[in-house]
Nanobody
Framework: QVQLVESGGGLVQAGGSLRLSCADS????????MGWFRQAPGKEREFVAT????????YYADSVRGRFTISRDNAKNMVYLQMNNLKPEDTAVYYC???????????????????WGQGTQVTVSS
């Protein structure tokens, strides 16, 4: 099982930006589908963004499209989530995830991913 570690979270004012990073120490990172999910207090974990192993195909939740960008650097075993124009409703714990295989879904769910990091807190103040 791969080991994932997220970083880059923090406190930011509305309209600000953050870049989250996810490091993978496992062997399957390069070709697997990658994703970002988030979970706010009292709510279920929800899809944010996902990309295929080449990084060219990406899908985003409606709530973040146009503001967030997912990317990956397979040579470094890293995946990123650039978050711009942050809103208070973006406040949540953000999780990096690795898909079970190379299949990319436009509307993925938690069940499509088998490995998860511990999460990094993102707090956006008004």
């Amino acid at each position: 099982q791969v080991q994932l570690v997220e970083s880059g979270g923090g406190l930011v004012q509305a309209g600000g930006s953050l870049r989250l990073s996810c490091a993978d120490s496992g062997r399957r990172f390069s070709r697997q589908v990658m994703g970002w999910f988030r979970q706010a207090p009292g709510k279920e974990r929800e899809f944010v963004a996902t990309c295929g192993w080449k990084g060219g195909s990406t899908y985003y939740a409606d709530s973040v499209r146009g503001r967030f960008t997912i990317s990956r650097d397979n040579a470094k075993n890293m995946v990123y989530l650039q978050m711009n124009n942050l809103k208070p409703e973006d406040t949540a714990v953000y999780y990096c995830a690795v898909g079970y295989d190379t299949v990319l879904y436009s509307t993925p769910t938690v069940t499509d991913f088998g490995s998860w990091g511990q999460g990094t807190q993102v707090t956006v103040s008004s």
